[in-house]
T-cell receptor, first 108, second 113 residues
Framework: GQQVMQIPQYQHVQEGEDFTTYCNSS?????IQWYKQRPGGHPVFLIQ?????EVKKQKRLTFQFGEAKKNSSLHITATQTTDVGTYFC????????FGAGTRLTVKP | EAQVTQNPRYLITVTGKKLTVTCSQN?????MSWYRQDPGLGLRQIYY???????DKGDVPEGYKVSRKEKRNFPLILESPSPNQTSLYFC????????????FGPGTRLTVL
């Protein structure tokens, strides 16, 4: 099955700084989903991207799907302490392949 | 309230003692799935089911069994648990495989001694 690589593994930022996590696949993806998991919690769905070159925004979060549908990114503008958690991408076919996640910590 | 429930939430057991982790959803979802989460490895899919009586292996099915006799339930069975199955387990459900959001249960933390 397709493998999804996600970087960086960890990111520590000062509150107010921006944050980006990247997902890459060696094969073309039919779609990609993003999840957030707070410390001690369970993954929570954020968004699904389907179209080549798609860009979606949710307040300070911007999600992009590459033109070749092999990569995706999540960008957070002006991080807040409430953004703390691990962000996962997931390649979504009948079976789900998750990236290893990027753990974000935010210093107030 | 729409939700996915798992039981037990925490379990400590010994090697070789059969156990079952239950998963139930009340959203009439067709798709259900089990994952394990280990540090640095993210979420890895164990088994998934696209509908009643239909189950398929995920990425790491060895040592696990599942069944889907009813739409709402998808138990995970460890016939002979081993220490390398110590992990955090999540059940999830979704409307349509490959096309829908997945809703995750709260997780079951399993320790096999």
């Amino acid at each position: 099955g397709q493998q999804v690589m996600q970087i960086p593994q960890y990111q520590h930022v000062q509150e107010g700084e921006d944050f980006t996590t990247y997902c890459n696949s060696s094969t073309t993806l039919s779609n990609i989903q993003w999840y957030k998991q707070r410390p001690g919690g369970h993954p929570v769905f954020l968004i699904q991207l389907v179209k080549s070159g798609e860009v979606k925004k949710q307040k300070r979060l911007t999600f992009q799907f590459g033109e070749a549908k092999k990569n995706s990114s999540l960008h957070i503008t002006a991080t807040q302490t409430t953004d703390v958690g691990t962000y996962f991408c997931a390649a979504n076919n009948n079976d789900m392949r998750f990236g290893a996640g990027t753990r974000l910590t935010v210093k107030p | 309230e729409a939700q996915v429930t798992q039981n037990p939430r925490y379990l400590i057991t010994v090697t070789g003692k059969k156990l079952t982790v239950t998963c139930s959803q009340n959203m009439n979802h067709e798709y259900m799935s089990w994952y394990r989460q280990d540090p640095g490895l993210g979420l890895r899919q164990i088994y998934y089911s696209m509908n009643v009586e239909v189950t398929d292996k995920g990425d790491v099915p060895e040592g696990y069994k599942v069944s889907r006799k009813e739409k709402r339930n998808f138990p995970l069975i460890l016939e002979s648990p081993s220490p390398n199955q110590t992990s955090l387990y999540f059940c999830a459900s979704g409307g349509l495989a490959g096309a829908d959001t997945q809703y995750f249960g709260p997780g079951t933390r399993l320790t096999v001694l």
